[in-house]
């Protein structure tokens, strides 16, 4: 069985400061990963995701995530926070050719960005 | 402007009601599926269509009934629900559905349910 591991439920950052959002994940074979964030009363937005290649995957509003195998990681950053950031953040995982019908969805990080 | 739309965007129903929700999306996707967004749990994936054929149905109660006329258009159809049953009910499409799709998923607003 796969699952995804959100272990913070709320990130408070200061503005400007960099900020990290973490997912750790468990699967068989290959990972497809994603990070998506939802503002309040929005359903989710993709940010960005890694299949294969380069471990560093930039995404959309500057975010960037970092795979490592090894450490079954998956990371979501940004160098500088911004108060608009102040989210909701899903790290989702499937297994590679399992399709979305086998997608697992983390429980969620609040993301708070102090102005 | 997103290119999935969820209709109603809340919706407070009895227990004995019966109620339908609604997506659509202009994304010209093939696949469309529904989940179940409750607070402090994962998104619950609850049904796949892929090409208007249910290819997932994650082993939902029947008092949710699922139906997809075409590749646009998604209906839930909801009866005799319970208290628990109160959530937020995304629609979601992407592009083929199939088992090498790792095209993004593209959500709509959700439909804000309670039973009461």
């Known amino acids: 069985a796969q699952s995804v591991a959100q272990p913070e439920d709320q990130v408070n950052v200061a503005e400007g400061n960099p900020l990290t959002v973490k997912c750790t994940y468990s699967?068989?074979?290959?990972?497809?990963l994603f990070w998506y964030v939802q503002y309040p009363n929005r359903g989710l937005q993709f940010l960005l995701k890694?299949?294969?290649?380069?471990?560093l995957v930039k995404g959309s509003y500057g975010f960037e995530a970092e795979f490592n195998k090894s450490q079954t990681s998956f990371h979501l950053k940004k160098p500088s926070a911004l108060v608009s950031d102040s989210a909701l953040y899903f790290c989702?995982?499937?297994?590679?050719?399992?399709?979305?019908?086998?997608?697992?969805f983390g429980t969620g990080t609040k993301l708070q960005v102090i102005p | 402007e997103t290119g999935v739309t969820q209709t109603p965007r809340h919706l407070v129903m009895g227990m004995t009601n019966k109620k339908s929700l609604k997506c659509e999306q202009h994304l010209g996707h093939n696949a469309m599926y529904w989940y179940k967004q409750s607070a402090k749990k994962p998104l619950e994936l609850m049904f796949v269509?892929?090409?208007?054929?249910?290819?997932e149905n994650n082993s939902v109660p029947s008092r949710f009934s699922p139906e997809c006329p075409n590749s646009s258009h998604l209906f839930l159809h909801l009866h005799t629900l319970q208290p628990e049953d109160s959530a937020l009910y995304l629609c979601?499409?992407?592009?083929?559905?199939?088992?090498?799709?790792?095209?993004?998923?593209?959500f709509g607003n959700g439909t804000r349910l309670t039973v009461t």
């Open positions: 989702a995982v499937i297994r590679d050719r399992g399709g979305y019908q086998k997608v697992t």
């Open positions: 979601a499409s992407s592009q083929d559905g199939g088992r090498g799709d790792n095209s993004p998923l593209h």
């Open positions: 699967v068989s074979g290959n990972p497809y």
């Open positions: 890694y299949i294969t290649g380069d471990n």
């Open positions: 269509y892929n090409f208007k054929e249910q290819t």
